[in-house]
């Protein structure tokens, strides 16, 4: 059964609606905001016709993108896939780690050209990595310091379906 792309609802009857520059599928109440593609496809009886059965969408307008299909990196892949940030035990990370190595504060400043006063402040948690730091503080001592994160209060996994307009209108209101 066709999924509203805006809300999420299943719904027999959505809709091939031209919406700010894209074609979505849409639920008959979430078509109201856009323009039919299908010229409002309705049988005799004025009633909608499910979407299987109502006529194709125009050639000249592009197809939804869903992200599906996709490799490397771009929109759909964040989606899908979480964002990467920097773990919340950083410090002690990487303070386990210089120490089971046996190296001094100087030591490891001097294997990845910082000063010693920036290593014991990352230990302490007074300052946070940059990308560039966390990436040679990573293959110096061989640890990881990210991690994936999905959007918040959402886990689109869990709930076997694709994220839709209202899922992002629901994590922007958190």
Known sequence: MPQCEMCGQDSP?????????TMLMLCPKCARFGKPLDGGAKDEDGNDIPVDKAPAAPKNIPAPYTGRGRTGKGPGDYLDQGEVVLVEDF???IFDAR????WTHE???RKINERKSIIAKLET???KPNDELRKKLEKALNIVLTERVGPPGLN???EKRALTLGDMVKMNKK
Do not use: M, Q, T
């Open 91 to 93: 410090h002690k990370r």
């Open 99 to 102: 120490n089971k190595l046996g």
């Open 125 to 127: 948690g007074d300052i």
């Open 107 to 109: 030591e490891l400043g």
């Open 13 to 21: 009857l959505a809709k091939r609606v031209f919406l700010e520059g």
């Open 156 to 158: 689109i996994k869990e």
